[in-house]
């Protein structure tokens, strides 16, 4: 079955600083979703990537997902403490969504 | 935008008793949902697939006989913890696929289980 792994596990950054989380996958992908989720909460919809070489942004929150559809990655421009929570991706595999261990972000004001 | 909603947002309850956990689509209609459960600090596992009108799918390593879910209907899949220990406390998520939609799942805000 499909793995994902995603990096970092944690990550502190300061408000205003960038940051990269990344995912990637032990097959390829045909439907990389990114969700937040505050702890103790339900999942926040944050994009949906096909296509090799598809890039989305919403607001401040890019995602991209490379050619080889095996690896994604989520870029937040100037944090902000509203981006703290937690970033899962999630891989279409048969119709279910199989999730990566998540990557708990903290922002520091 | 599609809600998913789930009742009992928490609930608590003795060892051995059984707990039903209700998800239900309020604006689409859902003929797949799924269950998910999540350790504190920990992703979401999925559970099983439920299909309205038919058995359940469970993933490998969940017992059926204890997760009972039901899909009566297009917007409403329900799952009972039977005899509950309190190794079965724990966060559990629901997710529904639009019928009528793409491939988006919305997920509900969860379900916190105490078994004490």
């Known amino acids: 079955s499909q793995e994902l792994e995603q990096s970092p596990q944690s990550l502190i950054v300061q408000e205003g600083k960038n940051l990269t989380i990344n995912c990637t996958s032990s097959?390829?992908?045909?439907?990389l979703y990114w969700y937040k989720q505050k702890y103790g909460e339900g999942l926040i919809f944050l994009m949906m990537?096909?296509?090799?070489?598809e890039e989305k942004s919403h607001e401040k929150i890019t995602a991209k997902l490379d050619e080889k559809k095996q690896q994604s990655s989520l870029h937040i421009t100037a944090s902000q403490p509203s981006h703290a929570g937690i970033y899962l991706c999630?891989?279409?595999?048969?119709?279910?969504?199989?999730f990566g261990q998540g990557t708990e972000l903290s922002v520091k004001p | 935008g599609a809600v998913v909603s789930q009742h009992p947002s928490w609930v608590i309850c003795k060892s051995g008793t059984s707990v039903k956990i209700e998800c239900r689509s309020l604006d689409f209609q859902a003929t797949t949902m799924f269950w998910y459960r999540q350790f504190p600090k920990q992703s979401l596992m999925l559970m099983a697939t439920s299909n309205e009108g038919s058995k359940a799918t469970y993933e490998q390593g969940v017992e059926k006989d204890k997760f009972l879910i039901n899909h009566a209907s297009l917007t409403l899949s329900t799952l009972t913890v039977t005899s509950a220990h309190p190794e079965d406390s724990s966060f559990y998520i629901c997710?529904?696929?639009?019928?009528?939609?793409?491939?988006?799942?919305?997920f509900g805000p969860g379900t916190r289980l105490t078994v004490t």
């Open positions: 990537l096909q296509k090799g070489g």
């Open positions: 997710s529904a696929r639009d019928s009528a939609g793409a491939h988006e799942q919305y």
């Open positions: 097959k390829t992908l045909y439907g």
């Open positions: 999630g891989a279409d595999e048969g119709g279910k969504l199989i």
